[in-house]
């Protein structure tokens, strides 16, 4: 592989420094070589050289909570997709996320060792994936694919998996273990989207959790991630050693200050709730989901917005699979009306989001050493950041080096006598 210089850009680097105009980056077999002022980077020999048209040059962005496997919750597509075609929507949703500017995501659930498997030979276009092959649940909890009239189904491809007690949270550990998964993922509360639970319902013991954080953290330090919504099961997850909460919809103060002392990142995936409601209008979906989709969508906003203003570390997510995938960009949009500055919510979509899925060596900053992951925007997102979720403003996506994305915007060729030589 060539080296590869791109310039003509203004850098915002992931680490929330000022942004950097007039500058440049070089990358090589897949890894960024050199970054700075352009004015103080040679052009190496034979390099291909790419003209960013003066757009904004930002690492690749990670969402830490995706379901490649899920298409909204719309109840006849659930019903009536078959495995085949749900499998090569999965491509189309991962290829649409890379396209808008997430190189790397945490899929949550639903996703399989397999799908991973083809992004890393080539095979398909998508972000490289951390996956957590299934959600542990209780019965009757946030992943018991259950229906009054039918009872607990088995869809062909479940999300769920369903232990209860200590012998059998651990079996299910071991089994997704087995089965590859990079995260324990776990509701530790009542959801949105389950029939017979409500967010704010405790589910698991605290013993229950504790197992399953010792068994995973048995395996080279897996971590947990916790589908935790209520302040009871936030609490136990946090008290466990959950890596994660994600939603965090009823966060109380002592939640709060446990998320600060044990250095647990919060995933608000504010995008979620909101995309229930919104296409709750366009497809038919289960009452009840949408009736607690409205109960919490505020209350989810005000809770976000508190641990902030506590500094609880925020990686962004979205649960995109319950959105529509590639809208992922939106959810900085969505940070910044809860009162986080256009330039933090860049962070915690970089730097804050590498680190929480455990990527904070290879991604989320534009630094030697890291891997090519860029994003060029020809609008400025820290004067108007929802210009990030809009396609036409991702000009180009670059993953590990690789061109994934260019627009006509971005120009090849030879540098004008004023630049670097
Ligand atoms: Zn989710």
Same mark, same amino acid.
């Given at each position: 592989m060539k080296k590869t210089l791109l310039r003509n850009v203004t850098l915002i680097d992931g680490?929330?420094?000022?942004p950097l105009p007039s500058a440049a980056v070089i990358w090589d077999?897949g890894k960024i070589?050199?970054v700075?002022?352009e004015?103080?980077?040679?052009?190496?020999?034979?390099a291909d050289i790419l003209d960013g048209g003066g757009g904004y040059l930002m690492p690749g962005f990670i969402?830490?909570?995706? $379901?490649?496997?899920?298409? *909204?919750?719309?109840?006849?597509?659930?019903?009536?997709?078959?495995?085949?075609? +749900? +499998?090569?929507?999965? =491509?189309?949703?991962?290829e649409k996320t890379l396209h808008a500017g997430i190189t790397s /995501?945490?899929? %949550?659930?639903?996703?399989?060792?397999?799908?991973?498997?083809?992004?890393?030979?080539?095979?398909?276009q998508a972000p490289? &994936?951390?996956?957590? @092959? #299934?959600?542990?649940?209780?019965?009757?909890?946030?992943?018991?694919?259950?229906?009054?009239?039918?009872?607990?189904?088995?869809?062909? &491809?479940?999300?769920?998996? =369903?232990?209860?007690?200590?012998?059998?949270?651990? #079996?299910?550990?071991?089994?997704?273990?087995?089965?590859?998964?990079?995260?324990?993922? =776990?509701?530790?509360? *009542?959801? =949105?989207?389950?029939?017979?639970? $409500?967010?704010?319902?405790?589910?698991?013991?605290?013993?229950?959790?504790?197992?399953?954080?010792?068994?995973?953290?048995?395996?080279?330090? /897996?971590?947990?991630?916790?589908? %935790?919504?209520?302040?009871? *099961?936030?609490?136990?997850?946090?008290?466990?050693?959950?890596?994660?909460?994600? $939603?965090?919809?009823?966060?109380?103060?002592?939640? @709060?200050?446990?998320?600060?002392? $044990?250095?647990?990142?919060?995933?608000?995936?504010?995008?979620?709730?909101?995309? +229930?409601?919104?296409?709750?209008?366009?497809?038919?979906?289960?009452?009840?989901?949408?009736?607690?989709?409205?109960? /919490?969508?505020?209350?989810?906003?005000?809770?976000?917005?508190?641990?902030?203003?506590?500094?609880? #570390?925020?990686? &962004?997510?979205?649960?995109?699979?319950?959105?529509?995938?590639g809208?992922n960009l939106?959810?900085?949009?969505?940070?910044?009306?809860?009162?986080?500055?256009?330039?933090?919510?860049i +962070?915690?979509s970089t730097?804050?989001? %590498?680190?929480?899925?455990?990527?904070?060596?290879?991604t989320?900053t534009l630094?030697?050493?890291k891997w090519a992951d860029l994003v060029v925007t020809r609008e400025n997102p820290?004067?108007?950041?929802?210009s990030l979720k809009e396609p036409s403003n991702i000009a180009l996506v670059v993953q590990a080096g690789k061109v994934v994305k260019r627009t006509e915007h971005i120009a090849s060729g030879?540098i004008?006598?004023?630049?670097?030589?």
């Amino acid at each position: 592989m060539k080296k590869t210089l791109l310039r003509n850009v203004t850098l915002i680097d992931g680490n929330g420094q000022e942004p950097l105009p007039s500058a440049a980056v070089i990358w090589d077999q897949g890894k960024i070589v050199e970054v700075g002022l352009e004015s103080q980077i040679a052009v190496p020999p034979g390099a291909d050289i790419l003209d960013g048209g003066g757009g904004y040059l930002m690492p690749g962005f990670i969402d830490s909570h995706v $379901h490649f496997f899920a298409n *909204g919750i719309g109840l006849e597509a659930a019903l009536m997709t078959p495995p085949s075609l +749900v +499998v090569i929507h999965a =491509v189309h949703n991962a290829e649409k996320t890379l396209h808008a500017g997430i190189t790397s /995501v945490r899929d %949550a659930g639903g996703t399989d060792a397999g799908f991973k498997r083809a992004q890393v030979e080539g095979l398909i276009q998508a972000p490289r &994936m951390k996956i957590a @092959i #299934k959600i542990l649940s209780i019965t009757g909890g946030h992943g018991d694919e259950y229906f009054p009239a039918l009872g607990q189904v088995t869809p062909l &491809m479940p999300m769920g998996l =369903v232990c209860d007690g200590p012998d059998e949270v651990l #079996k299910a550990v071991r089994e997704v273990l087995r089965a590859g998964a990079d995260v324990i993922k =776990v509701a530790t509360t *009542g959801g =949105v989207l389950s029939t017979a639970d $409500h967010p704010s319902h405790t589910q698991f013991s605290p013993e229950e959790l504790n197992i399953i954080v010792r068994e995973a953290g048995y395996r080279g330090a /897996v971590p947990a991630m916790a589908h %935790a919504q209520g302040a009871e *099961g936030i609490k136990n997850a946090i008290r466990a050693g959950f890596a994660s909460i994600e $939603h965090g919809i009823y966060l109380d103060d002592e939640a @709060i200050d446990m998320m600060l002392t $044990h250095g647990t990142y919060l995933v608000p995936t504010l995008h979620a709730p909101l995309s +229930v409601i919104e296409l709750a209008e366009s497809e038919r979906m289960i009452g009840s989901f949408v009736k607690k989709a409205h109960e /919490v969508v505020e209350i989810h906003q005000q809770s976000i917005a508190r641990a902030y203003q506590a500094g609880v #570390k925020i990686a &962004m997510g979205t649960d995109c699979g319950v959105g529509i995938h590639g809208t992922n960009l939106r959810e900085l949009e969505l940070m910044c009306q809860i009162g986080m500055s256009p330039m933090q919510a860049i +962070v915690a979509s970089t730097k804050t989001a %590498a680190e929480c899925i455990g990527w904070a060596g290879e991604t989320g900053t534009l630094v030697p050493g890291k891997w090519a992951d860029l994003v060029v925007t020809r609008e400025n997102p820290l004067t108007r950041i929802a210009s990030l979720k809009e396609p036409s403003n991702i000009a180009l996506v670059v993953q590990a080096g690789k061109v994934v994305k260019r627009t006509e915007h971005i120009a090849s060729g030879a540098i004008g006598d004023q630049h670097a030589g």
